[in-house]
Nanobody, 123 residues
Framework: QLQACGGGLVQAGGSLRLACAAS????????MGWFRQSPGAEREFVAS????????YYADSAKGRFTISRDYAKITGYLQMNSLRPADTAVYYCAVRFGTTVSIGKSSAFSYWGQGTLVTVSS
């Protein structure tokens, strides 16, 4: 199971840090991804990280503003979001899939999903 938290209301230009805690002994051999979905839109890939090597991959919209990381021992992934914009408003989901390739951003490739956490950025 994945438990996402850390969403909230923030003004444009502000920051939030999302966390995704996984139950179970380890995510070794998995990739964790973050996705987001705003009303009426498809689920959109944001970033991913390989659990073993902490190699990362970002959507263009996230590059330079968001940082994905993980705490291997705590089995928790993070998404640090800076310079937030109203367009970043969405429900953010974490997900995992088995494998090591981080550049696969298709939501259908991910097997396990968290419940989502709402991020609202006001202008």
């Amino acid at each position: 199971q994945l438990q996402a938290c850390g969403g909230g209301l923030v003004q444009a230009g502000g920051s939030l840090r999302l966390a995704c805690a996984a139950s179970g002994p380890s995510l070794s051999g998995y990739v964790m991804g973050w996705f987001r979905q705003s009303p009426g839109a498809e689920r959109e890939f944001v970033a991913s990280i390989g659990w073993n090597l902490a190699n990362t991959y970002y959507a263009d919209s996230a590059k330079g503003r968001f940082t994905i990381s993980r705490d291997y021992a705590k089995i928790t992934g993070y998404l640090q979001m800076n310079s937030l914009r109203p367009a970043d408003t969405a429900v953010y989901y974490c997900a995992v899939r088995f494998g090591t390739t981080v550049s696969i951003g298709k939501s259908s490739a991910f097997s396990y999903w968290g419940q989502g956490t709402l991020v609202t950025v006001s202008s």
